[in-house]
């Protein structure tokens, strides 16, 4: 049996542009002697469409899509996802999340999902109802277990048990071949390899082999990654598909291999090909073809600047280096060795006049006041205030650059260097913008070695270092993981060894903070728990732990 | 039977402090007879926690705060909301939300939450297992229904039929004498009439009476107007409570009258009311005494300074007039005569010099473009500048002006009017705004007439005026209405008789403007659907329809 793997890039509301592509793999699958197409969930609407389901014409639209892509279809059949409309005079959500089995010009079946995250980044519960039943299908002799993404994640791979329902089990019940599962599963570190463990585990248990069909793409802040599997009755993953790129393999699940394919990809090389992929998608999606960019001489606009230069190429990136009065001539030096090195153009332009004819205009307001940490926003709101400029000039996608361990402190500025329609590493903490730009020198310099070894400074008033404001990064960033990606209370983090002033110091910063959190652009999610969809946090609140 | 009502403002996170304003509201309505007190859904929690409620010590703090209360308790019964754990074995959501029935000391019932809203800005099934069952509760020879808030929305009140459960039904079916529901159900215009006639129905059709306490106050962008209800057996209206404020009060719900209490609040009397709580509510429980905005001469900041005037008092406003090169004259003239009429400080800077010092600066690189949107936004951005610098010197809360037509078709720049920690009318269409300020007006002037009665303009370009670039205001918000509240396609707002060529063209601005609502301040919702927790698009997309 030769099922082709469509792992397919889809753009959420795009039912024409999703169709052709649709066919298009499933052409490029057929050629490869395919019998079966699979395709990711909701391939033909793009994952996740959100709120956009509630416009009374999306789902007949989509419907309309399905109708049109069956009409395509022979006599090898493709499984792909849609939105289904639930009975309206039935009681619960509007919709399902849906898989068509497209054969001979018609549907054959419709599957619909049993387990609907509504935890983290997912909502489903809000727009689609579950399936009632589990049914496997026949075809060509086989008994198939059709599931869509969720409906495989098996209860020890969640936080707790959370569903009274259990899809493989109920189709193992019945007595199945062979899983499928229709995916669009969000990229985070270590993502991967859980479903590669995951997924060998739920084979190994039934002794059936499953294909695992993951979508890949950018879709605002999350970054499907693809790596689709193929895994053997014997639990051993058979077919390892790349990550983060489109990719059309046809595979014999029943084909047991010997050697285990790998997934040779270390931590730094996933997080820049998300990066790099999130970014491209962002911008070209949304119709942007360059981008532009404040360029400080800090390591965090320089790996933004190399990931852009990649995605976009180099000629369609702009940076400034803006200096003001507090800036070295080091900064402006190491950004133009940065431009250099990835090609792109760099211009620079001071920020000097501006910053004095602001203070004078509010000289009468702010007199006999001190100068004070206004006086540093206004730096940096003249240069955001530029950026944007040269954005709305050049029609320039202009990208954020700022980091998630200051974004989770508030060591940044809103409406300054937080202006921008995407923040590219603001899922990366500091020590990772290190980790990451040092591996993507490891032939040879692309981000200067001075920008990287030099001690960070925000050059917002004279002699500035960042550590004269926060703790050393190393233990920020421990810190921070504890408090924000795993919910520790202070006490919890105190007692694991760190130093009570600086966790409360943390603590008190990361709640404060949360009202320019919610002004903040889309973040590219790569960790566990990125801030953004993923994490709903009150901004008027008093709690404290 | 004395039923106390307490009709209190809870603080998101606050513990100690709600447990405070609790046992107040407990010990008012003893000193009123009171022989059972009722107060609001998660009165002891704040509503909504939101994620909180995943940091390791919030459900624990929670529950201290609960065993504290029922300290304070004797023989007369309190029923308080709180958070609950659910059983870390059985498979499910990890939390309740829950109601506890308080008595001599000790937590003597706990009631969980049947229906859990998913939907609009419900996120429930994020965190909370629905209750298995209902029972009633025996007390002095009654039979009471306990309902939290949702539990009591029959199917004919909801867009569709959402759940499989019927827990008044259960309740009923099991005898019962009386209904109490704990609620905290957020404003928007017609909701407190729907209230009336949802619980009237419900009372009527089970021929016993209704007590409705719900929560007050401003959480982010919700605001939980009240309006407290005591409906008898006959489905009248015994009792109706003030709306935006807080109120204890005792009633015997058996007790009928022959007048049905009314609800005498016009539309922008509610408006006026629940935009002033919810500032208030916004700037108090997150520490600010005063705020600060800019007057354009224009009757968005006119009526947003009153709302902010009435709010925190006068002397706590401070307002900027910042002519540019384009503005009139009548613009500075009619902001200081606003500041006059409501007693707010007014000061007057000019941003010709800081425009001219940027277009300068950017002039190397501008050369031979001619002037576009780009040099309107620099003025809106340098003004949202100065704004900021005089928040960040005198932590004033900046308030940010714009109104829900403008915001819907992004007829606002990012980073510039629409900075500030709080949209204050961005879910007031346009013609709401003319509306709510003329009826501000009907026994003084306080908003000029002047800034009424003149056509709106942005004062960006010479002799500009919205309707160079926008609809008329009651067409463009009477399609904004059947477009982004009602989800109407474009086709079916054309084939209901409006212009095919301003459908097309709002869809088409709407649709675009997510990226710069996606980074707008938190604002008040006051409609059905606004801008914001409510309304969740995708950013990237191509749907369009």
């Given amino acids: 049996m030769k099922i082709g793997i469509a792992q397919i890039n889809s753009v959420v509301g795009d039912f024409p542009g999703n169709a052709k592509r649709l066919i298009a793999a499933y052409r490029e699958c057929i050629d ?89 980044v997912f909502d ?54 062979m899983i499928l599962n229709l995916s669009a599963s969000p990229f985070h570190l270590g993502k991967p390899q859980l479903r ?72 730094p090389s996933q997080l820049y090909h998300a990066l790099v992929l999130g970014l491209r998608d962002y911008a070209q999606k949304s119709g942007f073809s360059s981008a532009c960019l404040g360029l400080s001489g800090g390591i965090d606009s320089a790996l933004t600047a190399a990931i852009a230069a990649d995605a976009l190429g180099p000629e369609n990136i702009h940076g400034l280096t803006m200096p003001s009065p507090y800036s070295s001539r080091g900064s402006v030096e190491d950004s133009f060795a940065l431009a250099k090195n990835l090609g792109i153009r760099c211009d620079e332009v001071s920020i000097r006049a501006p910053f004095e004819s602001i203070k004078k205009t509010m000289h009468s307001l702010f007199e006999g006041k001190p100068e004070d940490v206004t006086e540093e926003n206004m730096q940096a709101r003249i240069r955001g205030l530029l950026l944007m400029a040269l954005s709305n000039k050049d ?32 899922d990366l903490p500091k020590t990772r913008v290190y980790e990451v730009s040092r591996w993507l020198n490891r032939e040879r310099e692309i981000i200067p070695w001075n920008t990287i070894d030099k001690a960070p400074s925000a050059e917002l008033r004279p002699n500035q270092k960042d550590q004269d404001t926060l703790p050393p990064y190393d233990t920020l960033d421990a810190i921070l993981e504890l408090y924000v990606e795993h ?54 609140q008093r709690f404290s732990s």
Same sequence: chains 1, 2.
């Fill in 487 to 540: 919910h520790l209370s202070t006490d919890e983090i105190i007692a694991r060894g760190s130093d009570e002033t600086i966790v409360r110091w943390i603590q008190r910063r990361v709640d404060l903070n949360e009202w320019k959190r919610h002004q903040a652009a889309p973040g590219l999610r790569v960790t566990t728990k990125a801030f953004g969809i993923g994490r709903r946090m009150p901004i008027v």
């Fill in 395 to 426: 029609n320039h996608l202009l990208l954020t650059t700022g980091n998630k361990s200051e974004l989770a402190v508030g060591y940044c500025t809103i409406y300054g260097d937080m202006c921008g329609g995407l923040a590219v590493i603001s």
């Fill in 196 to 267: 590669r463990s995951m997924i060998g585990a739920v084979a190994h248990k039934h002794h059936i082999p499953v294909v695992y069909c993951n979508a890949i793409g950018g879709q605002d802040q999350l970054i499907f990654d693809g790596h689709s599997l193929v895994v053997g009755a014997n639990g051993r993953i058979n077919e390892q598909f790349p990550g983060f790129k489109e990719a059309c393999k046809v595979i014999n699940p029943f084909q047991t291999k010997h050697e285990e394919a790998v997934l040779d990809d270390c931590d």
């Fill in 32 to 120: 490869q002697g395919a019998e079966l197409v699979i395709s990711p969930e909701l391939s033909l609407v793009g994952y996740p469409p959100r709120d956009l389901v509630f416009k009374s014409s999306f789902v007949p639209k989509c419907l309309q899509a399905l109708d049109y892509l069956a009409g395509e279809i022979r006599e090898i059949p493709i499984l792909v996802g849609y939105v289904d409309h639930h009975h309206p005079r039935q009681p619960g959500k509007p919709f399902r999340n849906a898989a068509a089995w497209l054969e001979n010009g018609s549907v054959r079946h419709r599957i619909w999902k049993t387990l609907l995250p509504t935890y983290d």
């Fill in 124 to 177: 489903e519960r809000r727009y689609f109802e579950p399936s009632a039943t589990c049914q496997p299908i026949e075809w060509n002799g086989k008994r198939i277990g059709i599931t869509i993404c969720e409906d495989i994640w098996t209860e020890e791979y969640l936080d707790r048990p959370l569903y009274d329902r259990d899809p493989i089990k109920e189709l193992s019940e019945k007595g199945i071949d």
